[in-house]
């Protein structure tokens, strides 16, 4: 069975930084795209970013420049590092992995930028 737990969520003040991680059980992942999503009260889960097998990435418009997605694939995880945080980045982040074709998601981890 297919399990994502995430990591690292925290409070933390506009301008700083923290890394969320993805742990990966139950598949083959280093071959599985895997991603970062987010989402507020009365939104719509977002793409924050994604990231191949190979290691193409691509980023959602309101994070690129500020956040970097990466993964080791011995350690079946996935990382978002998050820079120059701002409070409109306040959100549960969610970790997901596409395993042929079907779409697993993680419970998700709290981050919330103060002002």
């Known amino acids: 069975q297919v399990r994502l737990v995430e990591s690292g969520g925290g409070l933390v003040q506009a301008g700083g930084s923290l890394k969320l991680s993805c742990a990966a059980s139950?598949?083959?992942?280093?071959?599985?795209?895997m991603g970062w999503y987010r989402q507020t009260p009365g939104k719509q889960r977002e793409l924050v970013a994604t990231i191949t097998s190979g290691g193409t990435t691509n980023y959602g418009d309101s994070v690129r420049g500020r956040f970097t997605i990466s993964r080791d694939n011995a350690k079946n995880t996935v990382y978002l590092q998050m820079n120059s945080l701002k409070p409109e980045d306040t959100a549960v982040y969610y970790c997901?992995?596409?395993?042929?074709?079907?779409?697993?998601w993680g419970q998700g981890t709290q981050v919330t930028v103060s002002s």
């Open positions: 997901n992995a596409n395993v042929f074709g079907v779409i697993h």
């Open positions: 139950g598949g083959v992942f280093s071959i599985n795209p």
